[in-house]
């Protein structure tokens, strides 16, 4: 009935293919992908302009694209890099061989300085790297030469708890559950009183449930592994160096709701995941721990695509996650209905996050006390935090709900401290007078980006960052978050840049709430938080830059002159105002 | 027995399966909107129609009406800030309504009126778009596409065909032709869809039409948005879009 069943011939996937091949996808490309999956041109064109790895011109045969992420970007080398192979940001050299640019953070904050490569994640990056880098792409040599430590990613595992503690064999949660029956693995999960790690909160068993309870042609269980949130890295290291955890929560889920098949959506940051990561479920068929008859009890069947994305922090969110599995741009939908009973397909369907699948599995093999006994009474169990920014060991770190913002700082060796986001710039940015308060869902409540700025930052540029991050992100669905995202980021460009007055702060806090408030999906409810934050914390910041006067003209007369200057030729002080 | 919804105090009945803005429209109360058409399927994009429900914000027209729905609709907040997504309705693109052809017929225009919106008020985007003047009879104006995507549905929904889809992302969203060329003109539309009627601006133009009605004596010139799209519409293949 559709092909997404085959995940190699998803739209996303050839996609993927025809651009690793061509640098780029033609209007031929277009046409002759549409006719492969019997899918309108108009739909292939406009997933091919949704995404942000998909190009509809020529890129370079290196493509870099540097992370602009406060903890695993540094523009600074882009700039050096592309004055050393004299090729502008965005653009691509004429004779084709490079092109650099920018992308929204690759999950990279815990190694520095990094950027894809050809899609291949480069970390710890330095101004002498870039030097050498500008050699080997001069000398046209392949990636693959280059030198591999270049490439290393560690898990950097600072301190681990209940979860990552705890040693995992492939199949045992499986075994339990089958011995104790589906209900009685629900019941352990609703008595844990696991909650959604990715920072919403929702109870899982009563998401298994409803799930469960939905009639339909068949169920699903999905796993987002897109990992957008900046500042997050820790479904990379669960799904490096845990997969099996995270496979066999996706295994009981299945078994309980009825579903015979799930798929991880992988971002496509972590493509370099992908072989490991289709080894590990190859492994597992072989081990009988997936396909048909799982542990040989007849009827359980259930097996485990990936789709991979293209850089689209949306689907994140969980319908919009959805509609980029069913091929199609990632806007988020219309809700009710939920997923649960019309998601994948209009088929009743589990969404969860990589930790909290990891941690259904954890539930299952231990007694009841394990993680119920763990955390704070609203908040059970543990929360892996990614910490990045400016410490002496980001990484990640396990804590049991309840742990301070401040124990975390001296933990992971972080002096002088201006503010901490956490939970990603959709977050809350924290400032030191609430240092005290916990990492705990009635507190505060995190999908686990932990982002230290000490003294040194400019936190009004910082600011600026993650508005045009989301000016940038926005799918552009509704008109609060397509327009007000631009409106803020425009805003506080302004400001930062020194041209701002009383009024624009005014200005900002109205189309804040409005964005906030009026949005279609938790992207734009969220997107005004480091604003709203900024002004309400560090309101001397703003203020420190205004003008001293009333308004200030939007329309710069003497920048608008510039094309006619460069056309009559003058610069002289008679062509300026 | 009659279950009922409650719109700023009245009580205003509903049937199992309306929204908020089906229950509303059949009591003639108007809720400004521009992304929905009574027929077409909902689509909650524009959230002209947002209103507070139990004090949450929510879309009239995509969610559904329940009992014990105490709904805020017209009141001066919500008026405010539907003025203001109108404003970036109007910013973000071209609109230029004294040299619009659309100008006293566009839905755009009219909810502007309603809302008292006096001017754009933030600064304008000017983006540059594509126009697409490949078809005999129609004209395509992208300069004033808000992004509703009614021609979108109205094509698959009620043409049967597909001929418009949204591409892009963000501010970069626009309006692209399902036609091998992506061109108007290889597509398969034709005069008489509602596709090429639908369009609330002057994005979607017929040609050879202009000025038939004199600017004065066109719909808004003569009634207010909140009259105008109340009823019930009946959606078909049309053959005249100004009967």
């Given at each position: 009935m559709n092909k997404t069943h085959n995940s190699s011939e998803h739209l996303l996937h050839l996609l993927h293919a025809h651009q690793h091949q061509h640098h780029f996808i033609s209007d031929d490309a277009i046409s002759d992908i549409a006719l492969q999956l019997n899918l309108p041109r108009a739909q292939v064109e406009a997933v091919t302009e949704f995404y942000s790895f998909f190009h509809r011109t020529p890129r370079g045969r290196y493509d870099i694209l540097f992370s602009n992420c406060t903890s695993c970007g540094s523009l600074l080398l882009m700039r050096q890099l592309c004055e050393q192979l004299d090729v502008n940001p965005g653009e691509t050299r004429i004779d084709r061989m490079i092109s650099v640019d920018e992308t929204s953070c690759i999950g990279m904050c815990d190694h520095g300085a990094s950027a894809l490569i050809n899609g291949r994640p480069m970390t710890s990056m330095t101004s002498d790297r870039i030097k050498k880098i500008a050699k080997l792409i001069e000398a046209e040599d392949g990636i693959d030469t280059w030198p591999p430590e270049w490439f290393v990613i560690d898990d950097h595992l600072q301190r681990s708890d209940l979860l990552l503690s705890s040693s995992f064999k492939p199949g045992s949660a499986l075994k339990v559950m089958e011995e104790e029956g589906c209900d009685a693995s629900l019941e352990?999960?609703?008595?844990?009183?696991?909650?959604?790690?990715?920072?919403?909160?929702?109870?899982?068993?009563?998401?298994?449930?409803?799930?469960?309870?939905?009639?339909?042609?068949?169920?699903?269980?999905?796993?987002?592994?897109?990992?957008?949130?900046?500042?997050?890295?820790?479904?990379?290291?669960?799904?490096?160096?845990?997969?099996?955890?995270?496979?066999?929560?996706?295994?009981?889920?299945?078994?309980?709701?009825?579903?015979?098949?799930?798929?991880?959506?992988?971002?496509?940051?972590?493509?370099?995941?992908?072989?490991?990561?289709?080894?590990?479920?190859?492994?597992?068929?072989?081990?009988?721990?997936?396909?048909?008859?799982?542990?040989?009890?007849?009827?359980?069947?259930?097996?485990?695509?990936?789709?991979?994305?293209?850089?689209?922090?949306?689907?994140?969110?969980?319908s919009a996650l959805i509609e980029s599995l069913e091929q199609k741009c990632g806007n988020p939908r219309i809700r009710p209905p939920f997923p649960v009973t019309s998601g994948y397909l209009g088929q009743p369907t589990v969404v969860n996050n990589v930790e909290t699948l990891a941690a259904a599995a954890g539930v299952v093999i231990h007694d009841s006390h394990w993680f119920r006994g763990a955390g704070t009474w609203q908040s059970r169990g543990s929360k892996i935090l990614s910490v990045s920014g400016d410490c002496a060991r980001p990484g990640i770190y396990e804590y049991l709900f309840g742990i301070t913002i401040r124990q975390v700082l001296d933990e992971c060796g972080a002096d002088d401290v201006q503010a901490v986001q956490v939970g990603g710039p959709a977050g809350r940015l924290i400032d030191p007078t609430h240092f005290d308060h916990q990492i705990a869902f009635e507190d505060i409540a995190t999908?686990?980006?932990?982002?230290?700025?000490?003294?040194?930052?400019?936190?009004?540029?910082?600011?600026?960052?993650?508005?045009?991050?989301?000016?940038?992100?926005?799918?552009?669905?509704?008109?609060?978050?397509?327009?007000?995202?631009t409106l803020l980021k425009n805003t506080m460009e302004k400001i930062c840049h020194g041209h701002g007055t009383a009024h624009d702060l005014d200005e900002l806090r109205r189309v804040a709430a409005l964005v906030g408030r009026?949005?279609?999906?938790?992207?734009?409810?969220?997107?005004?938080?480091?604003?709203?934050?900024?002004?309400?914390?560090?309101?001397?910041?703003?203020?420190?830059?205004?003008?001293?006067?009333?308004?200030?003209?939007?329309?710069?007369?003497?920048?608008?002159?510039?094309?006619?200057?460069?056309?009559?030729?003058?610069?002289?002080?008679?062509?300026?105002? | 027995m009659n279950k009922t919804i409650k719109i700023d105090g009245v009580d205003v009945p509903f049937e199992e399966g309306q929204t908020i803005m089906d229950a509303a429209l059949a009591a003639a109360i108007y809720i400004p909107h521009l992304c929905h058409k009574p027929g077409l399927s909902p689509h909650g994009s524009c959230k002209l129609c947002t209103v507070d429900v139990n004090g949450r914000a929510v879309s009239a027209c995509t969610m559904p009406a329940c009992e014990d729905q105490e709904i805020e609709n017209d009141t001066p907040a919500l008026k405010e800030e539907r003025r203001t997504i109108t404003q970036m309705l109007f910013i973000e693109g071209n609109h230029l309504c004294p040299s619009c052809e659309k100008s006293g017929d566009c839905t755009l225009q009219a909810v502007a009126y309603h809302l008292d919106m006096l001017?754009?008020?933030?600064?304008?985007?000017?983006?540059?778009?594509?126009?697409?003047?490949?078809?005999?009879?129609?004209?395509?104006?992208?300069?004033?596409?808000?992004?509703?995507e009614l021609c979108v549905r109205a094509s698959r929904e009620v043409d049967g065909k597909d001929v418009f889809a949204i591409s892009g992302r963000g501010t970069d969203r626009h309006l692209i032709v399902n036609s091998p060329t992506g061109k108007l003109g290889d597509s398969d539309i034709e005069i008489d869809d509602l596709a090429a009627h639908v369009c609330p601006v002057g994005a979607i133009l017929i040609r050879d039409q202009g000025y038939e009605v004199p600017i004065g004596r066109r719909t808004f010139d003569l009634h207010s948005v909140a009259e105008t799209d109340l009823g019930e519409v009946k959606l078909s293949k049309v053959s005249r879009p100004d009967e």
């Open positions: 352990k999960i609703r008595f844990s009183e696991l909650r959604g790690r990715g920072g919403a909160g929702f109870s899982t068993a009563q998401k298994w449930q409803f799930c469960r309870e939905a009639e339909g042609d068949a169920h699903y269980v999905i796993c987002n592994a897109d990992e957008g949130e900046p500042g997050t890295f820790k479904d990379r290291v669960l799904l490096s160096s845990y997969a099996d955890t995270v496979f066999e929560g996706m295994s009981i889920c299945a078994r309980i709701i009825g579903a015979k098949r799930g798929i991880v959506y992988l971002r496509g940051e972590y493509r370099y995941l992908l072989e490991q990561l289709e080894s590990r479920l190859a492994k597992r068929r072989e081990e009988r721990l997936l396909g048909e008859s799982i542990l040989d009890v007849e009827g359980f069947d259930f097996d485990i695509s990936i789709v991979v994305g293209a850089g689209a922090y949306i689907c994140g969110e969980e999908g686990g980006s932990f982002m230290i700025y000490d003294q040194s930052h400019d936190l009004l540029k910082i600011i600026l960052g993650f508005s045009r991050f989301f000016a940038h992100e926005s799918c552009g669905f509704c008109t609060p978050c397509r327009v007000g995202t009026r949005s279609h999906c938790g992207l734009g409810f969220t997107a005004p938080n480091p604003i709203i934050d900024g002004l309400k914390y560090f309101p001397e910041l703003f203020e420190a830059r205004l003008l001293n006067r009333e308004v200030e003209p939007e329309f710069d007369l003497d920048a608008s002159l510039e094309e006619a200057r460069q056309l009559t030729n003058r610069d002289d002080a008679e062509a300026h105002l | 001017d754009g008020h933030f600064p304008q985007f000017y983006p540059r778009r594509e126009v697409d003047a490949s078809h005999p009879s129609l004209v395509i104006d992208r300069d004033r596409c808000i992004m509703c």
